[in-house]
């Protein structure tokens, strides 16, 4: 195998990778122990590749987000085919990685080619506090503070509410309890956390609507498990929107392994588990006496036998 051509280009990196990530089947076939000496075999000479890499060339490895992403967390291929990008998840599913590391990618991608400066892309987060938006997309494990490299990394100013790039970029920070705030400044994207629980979820989801206004094509992510609403059930229904789903053992390698023991004991088959751990839409309540679907089969019925035409007399 021919040794991978040393490059201090991410791209380059994510090509070796994806190089080296095929001949370990090749070499299997070769192996006198099998398949699973060759697939060791390949592991050795992956950690070789990585052993060589200058600290640059590691540090551009571990921030090239579509290395370690699952396809879940990457968005729909062509910008144009979507305006709104649901991504539904478990707890823990890596939505909130997914939602910083979006930002940081059309941040990045405004001055491509321009040296990285004179950035005027603005940008909405929205939470259902200023305090969740601080200590979660901002400031969390995963939030755009810990996603970006330090040369590349945003200044947050707590006093006005915002996060300033080195290339110029600003995104403001906003709460779902006063929509109102959203009335006046204008953006080119937003990140929405955690829709399902916001209080004001349609007033604050209409005023951010009137403020994407901003370049060719406005766009936003929506992070959130999810729970029944009207307006979860609206976003998914526009042609605009492209939805990803994830539950949380898909990012299990992430999480603390007796974390998902004990959910999964204590979870894993009710109610509350398919919901907060499988990211899925419950449409009925558990104690209901009868479902949507037996009442919807019974509209326009007549239920006396006296009113035979429905009308009464």
């Known amino acids: 195998m021919n040794p991978p051509i040393r490059s201090n280009s991410a791209t380059a990196l994510r090509a070796a990778l994806q190089n080296l990530a095929v001949h370990p089947a090749e070499e299997s076939r070769e192996s006198t122990t099998g398949h699973e000496g060759g697939k060791a075999r390949g592991h050795g000479v992956i950690a070789k590749f990585i052993a060589s890499l200058s600290s640059s060339e590691l540090l551009a490895l571990l921030h090239d987000w579509e290395i370690w992403a699952r396809n879940d967390q990457l968005p729909p291929a062509s910008p144009k085919d979507w305006t709104s990008w649901l991504i539904l998840g478990g707890r823990g599913a890596g939505k909130t990685r997914s939602g ?40 969390g494990e995963s939030g755009l503070l810990a996603v970006h490299e330090k040369h590349q990394r945003p200044v947050f100013e707590s006093s006005k509410k915002q996060l300033l790039w080195p290339n110029g970029a600003v995104a403001q920070i906003f709460s779902a309890h006063s929509p109102e705030g959203l009335r006046g400044p204008q953006f080119h994207a937003a990140w929405c956390d955690e829709l399902c629980k916001w209080k004001q979820a349609q007033q604050t989801w209409d005023m951010l609507q009137f403020g994407l206004r901003l370049g060719d094509h406005p766009r936003l992510v929506i ?3 999810p729970k029944p609403s009207k307006l ?12 990803s789903r994830a539950a949380t053992s898909a990012n299990a390698r992430n999480l603390a392994p007796s974390f998902l023991a004990a959910i999964a004991q204590r979870y894993d088959g009710t109610r509350l588990g398919r919901q907060e751990l499988d990211g899925e839409i419950l449409e009925e309540r558990e104690d209901a006496l009868w479902s949507r679907k037996q009442l919807d089969s019974l509209r326009g019925v007549c239920l006396s036998r006296a009113d035979t035409d429905c009308g009464g007399t």
């Open 223 to 225: 992070t959130t498990t």
């Open 232 to 243: 979860l059930k609206a976003i998914m229904a526009d042609p605009g929107t492209a939805v």
């Open 100 to 139: 910083a590391e979006w930002v940081r990618s059309i941040v990045y991608a405004d001055t491509k080619g321009k040296g990285n400066k004179d950035s005027s892309l603005r940008i909405a987060l929205v939470g259902e506090t200023i305090d969740d938006v601080r200590a979660v997309m901002v400031e």
